[in-house]
């Protein structure tokens, strides 16, 4: 077939994306509220704040501001992951960025499956934030060895989906009808499934290990454990949930309010307690909730820096990790050591605390041909033919989203692993290596600087 006849990657990933989102509104009705609740509060914003509606135009994200943002999948061998990644790649998603959640006390490490060009991001944003079960960091020998050979057992895709996957990876696409195949087969891997493969007391002993390792061991395949809409004031969304009967956990994750938002902020409503039926008895399993997020800017590694020494400062003032019986104490804490972080994007791009698309103007654009207009990045900017916006943030944070797996699985499901990062042991596993997403985004600054130089007939602009 020729290539022109393919389904490109990007639109196959807009539609399993809306399937995917259909299924858990299914499955998770309390998260068809919590999508209407963003909705409402992301009209709320713009209404208010028409300088964030005139920011969102300028780079595009206003088109998809409705679509999830992420999913969050846990897969629990080699094999698995590394033919999930198979499966993303089908739909254009690429691993980016290496978590070592072990050190926050979470038996797993993980990277973000998703889109890596800016484009292809504005067509759809979904990526699935992907982790692999560490069995090495269980501790009883017989339990470990009982949790692998489970695994072992399972085959969480389709024969058919395997198949596409597989003619995609051969002729370089699929066509339309394949591609509706394929988002039907893909959805059976991220389906619920309230039958367990272990008895009740086998589950126990995984749960009392750690309950994620429960989650990850005692079933047909690694259900889809929450999505996320993209909000514009997740503040807002965190007093507006009680109002619709949603709970919501008790600390907001990430960086404190900001005027201009940074990197990633996120919270969610509490885990639900679903029945199960075990291969000996009837129970229960509490994994599956509805999370939000509110995405800033992209840091550089000097602002980085700056956010992780800051948020270190707060923890250590607390005296330990945010939880519901400290949250107030915990966000006058943050609010108070990130004032020292500028919430001003002129400020962040000339400290180069940021990263930054550039947009010609009207106005730029009219001068072009002038002999009086200015040459320099600056000298552009100063005379209004040059626009710049930041950069939005879309990959994850390691701390927060231990956070939000720790809050769902109760405070009480802390457990201990020291530091235990080994990106080359997932990078075996998964067959490929991760990309460092600070790159990407420092690629998206310049193709923005070249576009702008293009356009105004300069060689470069730096």
Known sequence: MPAQDFVSPDNIRARFSAAMSLMYKQEVP???????????????????????????RWTGEIERLDQERHGAIRVGTATELATIGRLFAVMGMHPVGYYDLSSAGVPVHSTAFRPVHEQSLHVSPFRVFTS???????????????????????????????????????DGGLSDADAEAFVSEALHTFRWHPEATVTAGQYQQLHDQHRLIADVVAFKGPHINHLTPRTLDIDLIQLGMPTKGIAP???????????????????????????????????????????????GAALTPKGRQLYDQLLDATREALGGAPVEHNAQRYMSLL???????????????????????????????????????????????????????????????????????????????????????????????????????LALYAETERRSLSACAAALGLSALA
């Open 249 to 295: 956990k008790a600390v907001i994750e990430g960086p404190p309010t900001r005027r201009h938002p940074i990197l990633l902020r996120q919270t969610s409503f509490k885990a639900l307690q679903e029945s199960i039926a075990f291969r000996d008895a009837d129970g229960s399993h509490t994994a599956r909730f509805g999370e939000i997020e509110q995405r």
């Open 335 to 437: 609010a108070e050591q990130f004032s020292a972080f500028p919430d001003d994007l002129r400020q962040m791009r000339e400290q180069g605390l940021a990263y930054f698309r550039y947009f010609v103007t009207d106005k730029g654009l009219a001068a072009r041909d002038t002999a009086q207009r200015p040459t320099t990045l600056q000298g552009l900017i100063d005379a209004g033919h040059v626009h710049y916006e930041a950069l939005v943030y879309e990959d994850f944070l390691p701390v927060s989203a231990a956070g939000i797996f720790q809050s769902n699985l109760g405070d009480d499901g802390q457990a201990e692993y020291g530091s235990n990062a080994n990106r080359e042991a997932f990078e075996e596993a998964l067959g490929q290596r991760v990309q460092d997403e």
């Open 132 to 170: 692999l079960l560490r069995l090495e960091l269980i501790d009883d020998p017989a339990l470990r060895e009982l949790a692998a050979s489970i695994l072992q057992e399972r085959q969480i895709f389709t024969p058919r989906l395997l198949e596409l996957i597989a003619q995609s990876e051969r």
């Open 30 to 56: 309390l998260y068809g509220t919590l999508l209407a609740l963003v909705s409402e509060v992301n009209r709320q914003v713009m209404a208010a704040r028409p300088e964030v509606a005139e920011a969102l």
